[in-house]
């Protein structure tokens, strides 16, 4: 079901970006793709998860996790319906019950890439979920979109979100767009630092040296979003799903991880291997593990890391 709403609808950011478009790109209305339309969810904090089209190992099991750390605030995850990442991110809330919204140049009935074809049927056929499409952005009769036009489909995205994080992205793309419209818009952006010799890392870790993103902080992302549900009047965050993702919890994984007897080499060859949750609680392995991951010598079994061999 296509159905037409005014930006200020879905959030009050995206009717300050309106202000922003020059021309035929300042879209008044937004096209949505979905089974049913309900303005709620969209009050609940909203997570954008964004990166390359060609993701690592790594990025890949980080974007699991991140969402599965997310799955108890019952928060969105906004992403841009592309392969790689914004693929991974949309898969991963729906296996975690999680609404999401891809945000999408159009056709908005039939969007791009095909080979994503199942994915679209899956967010707009389920509760909660939807496809949308800025009215400028969708095309009109053979008319093809243009490059800027994905810019502009950035700029939607991540102004229908509380928290922008960055799982891998090559030095030039239209990620680092994608985070300078966040700080504009004062949101928080985040990125994943990994391997110098991983080039899907490269851009990431320049964003994060270069203060256009704050290291990926788990704890932080959790409190902005529990932060941002309460300020949202008509989602009442109740006191008993707060205490659900245990922020006690994960700062006392976070002392283990970094106090273990044993040391990281120890940890991957043994039988329990090396749960995802150390490797980014404890930030002096999180970049160990990337190179080791860029070099082939790890793998991946659930969410726990063993030495290959």
């Not at 659930?302 to 290959?308: D, E, M, P, S, T």
Request: glycine residues 6%; charged residues 20%; hydrophobic residues 40%.
């Amino acid at each position: 079901m296509q159905k037409r709403i005014l930006a200020s609808q879905h959030s009050f950011r995206l009717a300050q970006l309106l202000g922003a478009f020059p021309g035929t790109l300042k879209s008044k209305q937004v096209l949505v793709n979905a089974s049913s339309f309900e303005p709620e969810v969209y009050s609940r904090p909203s997570v954008a998860i964004i990166g390359t089209r060609h993701p690592s190992a790594w990025g890949k099991m980080s974007t699991r996790w991140l969402v599965s750390k997310l799955a108890p605030l019952k928060v969105n995850i906004v992403s841009g319906g592309a392969m790689g990442i914004d693929a991974c991110a949309h898969w991963a809330a729906l296996e975690q019950g999680l609404s999401t919204q891809a945000w999408v140049v159009g056709p908005n009935l039939r969007p791009s890439p095909r080979s994503n074809s199942q994915l679209f049927q899956r967010i707009s056929s389920q509760s909660g979920c939807a496809i949308f499409t800025p009215e400028a952005l969708e095309p009109h009769g053979n008319s093809k979109p243009l490059k800027y036009h994905w810019i502009m489909r950035n700029a939607w995205l991540v102004a229908a979100s509380d928290v922008v994080v960055v799982i891998e992205a090559n030095e030039k793309s239209g990620t680092w767009a994608s985070a300078k419209i966040a700080a504009d818009l004062g949101i928080d952006v985040y990125a994943l630092p990994g391997s110098s010799k991983n080039p899907q890392s490269q851009g990431t870790n320049k964003m994060i040296s270069m203060g256009y993103a704050l290291s990926l902080d788990l704890n932080q992302i959790l409190t902005n979003c529990s932060l941002d549900a309460l300020l949202h009047s008509s989602y009442n965050l109740k006191v008993e799903t707060k205490s659900s993702w245990s922020l006690e919890e994960d700062k006392n994984v976070a002392e283990k991880a970094q106090f273990l007897p044993i040391s990281i080499e120890e940890r991957l060859r043994s039988p329990e291997g090396l749960s995802i949750d150390q490797c980014f609680q404890a930030s002096e392995w999180s970049e160990q593990i990337a190179k080791l991951l860029a070099k082939g010598e790890l793998d991946l079994a659930g969410n726990k890391l063993f030495r290959r061999g």
